[in-house]
Each structure stands twice: as structure tokens, then as C-alpha cells.
């Protein structure tokens, strides 16, 4: 299952609309940019690279839909589009690395206006298709460092939802689970958007792979009693020293693991560390809705006063030395982070240029 697909008899992206989910799963059609920019927005898609891949398509539609004669006109279209898709969504870094990698392909003395739409959407399958193998190639790497029976924390959805297919850190779960290892998920339910309980549960459920739902704050509980052996979680942006930002609650999850000792890894392609910050506090937090948390209704009824206000921030930081160690496509990044993780990248990206 592909969480989106461009369809090439419409030149429309297709995606699952995450809000709906796991009541109805449900696909809708996007043909503009700007289309693709409310679905992030909204979060009918969501998740680093999901959102990644959906604003390389994002192009391709305002490629392909552009009515520019000349190629200086083209690009200012693409440089638009760009625009709106950068903005859609702040903290994760894969957004403007996508739309970016797109504006570099078009920057080739063989683009013409005639080729250009081709270009754009070779390069965005392209991306689609190595998403999925950079987390197989994690996900095989991860699963080494599960035990042959595990219980394991998870926050917020890492899974195939949260990508084009399968997954960050739910990807080393499902992988450790394929070889035969007795992995167990507590799924923290991720408040406010219930991406554990809704998505992750969802997934996990057609996995075949055992689980219980526990509530985010349930998780400190678990580890002192011993009943954790390993922390997992993904990110939206790794800063150059080793700090993330991930789903909120993910800081306090990372605490609690290392006052009682069980190892928490963060599962992270290449295409979510942004070597420009040299540590997390530059990296920007995105506020939702108020309504987000407020919504929330216990036995039918409105939990929170009418007249009450929240705040809702939906990442935090997380200092990097709360972080055993990250599995990438690169290989296991360990500390001192500040050092190893520049290094990796920049040789890797290096060996790419060559
Ligand atoms: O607000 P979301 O649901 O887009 O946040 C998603 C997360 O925080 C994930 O943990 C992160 O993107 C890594 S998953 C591949």
C-alpha cells in the first residue's frame, strides 16, 4: 500500500486521507499546488517524508499545469509553487528539502520547456521510490537492535503512513516482526491527533503485530517498572549536533527512557538532518489550532469549558543526548553526535556528487 501515487492518465496525486482514518480509508485526488498545500496543512497527509514526497508531486502539478510559454515564465511558476508548498508546514526539514531537490533538477543546461514537466516528475517518482528503500534499508538495520522479545514505546505514527511506504521507526518494528522476533508495542496515543491510537494501532492491527494503546503520559510508568526494553521514534528535523524535533512528547518519553536506562533510538533518513543548524534551538516549532486540543470529548460530551483557551505546540526538542544512537540508510550514527553526524552526511552526499 502506497500512502500516495501520482496517477499518469489524470496527471493527478492520489493520496489516503489521513484525517478519516481508521474509520474510513479514503483516497482523494489533488491536481494543484496549492491543492497539495492544504492537504499538508490539514494534515490529510502527514509525517516528514510523506510530506516530502507529497510537495515533490506538489511541482509536478504546477508543472504540468502551468500555461507559461517561455522557460524564464516556468520558472517563476515553479518558484511560486515552491512558495506556497515551503510554507505549508514549518518543523520538518524533508518539505523544502524536496522542493529544493526539484528546483536543482530543473537547473540543467538539457531542461527546456518542452521537457521540463517530464524532468520534474522523473524526479519526484524518483524521490517516491527511494523513500521506500531508504526505510527498508533502515528498517533492516534497525531490527538489529531488537531483542528476540521485545517490548517496545512508540510515538506518534512513523509507519508507511508517514511515508510513501513502509516506514521510520514502525518499519524496524514491522521488520524485527517479519524475522521472527516477539516484538510487543506499546503505542502511545500521541495526543492531540491520536496519530498512535488512530494510525499507528491501524497499521500495527494489519501487521498481525501485538500492541496496546497507552496514553502518552502512561509511558514514564512502563519503563521505571521495568517492562520496556527499547524506545523508538522518528523525526522532523535533526540538527546538526545530534538535537530532533519530533511529535510533542517525545522530549518527555526520551527523559523518562534515560532516568530508568532503556535505549532510545530515533530512526531518521538522511533527508531529515539539516546540517545548517548547528543545534535544535533554531529549529522552528509549529503552533496548531487551539481546537485541536479542545475538541476532545469524554462519553459524548465537550471535555474542556466553553470558555476555555490551550495551547498547542506540535513538536518539541529533544537534546541530543537523550539519543542512543540513530539508525539511518547511512548506517548506525552514535556519539559524539556533533561530530559523526557531519561526517556521515557530508561523505555520503560527497560519494553521491562523484
Ligand atoms: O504532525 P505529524 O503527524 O506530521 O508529525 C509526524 C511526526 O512527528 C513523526 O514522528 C515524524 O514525521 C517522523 S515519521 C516518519
Redesign the pocket.
Known sequence: MRTLEWIPDENVLELIDQRLLPAELVKIRLSSCEQVAEAIRD?AV????AIGVAAAFGMALAACRSEEDSFDGFMKHMRYAADVLVHARPT?VNLAWAVERILEGLNHPGVTRENAFDKVLETAQRMANEDVEVNQRMAKIGAELIPEQATVIHH???GAL??VDW??ALGVIRMAHEQGKRVHVLVDETRP?L?GARLTAWELSHYGIPYEIITDNAAGYFLQKGMVDVVL????RVAANGDLA??IGTYMLALAARENRVPAYAVVPSSTFDLSLSDGTAIPIEERPADEVLQLTWKGRRVAPEEARARNP??DITPHDLIKAFVTELGLITPPFDEHIPKILQSSAALRRA
Open positions: 494534515m502527514r509525517g516528514a517524508p520538518a506518534c505514527n512513523t508517514a511515508t516506514g521510520t491527533g496519530q521514534f522518528g523525526a522532523d519530533n511529535k506540535a513538536f
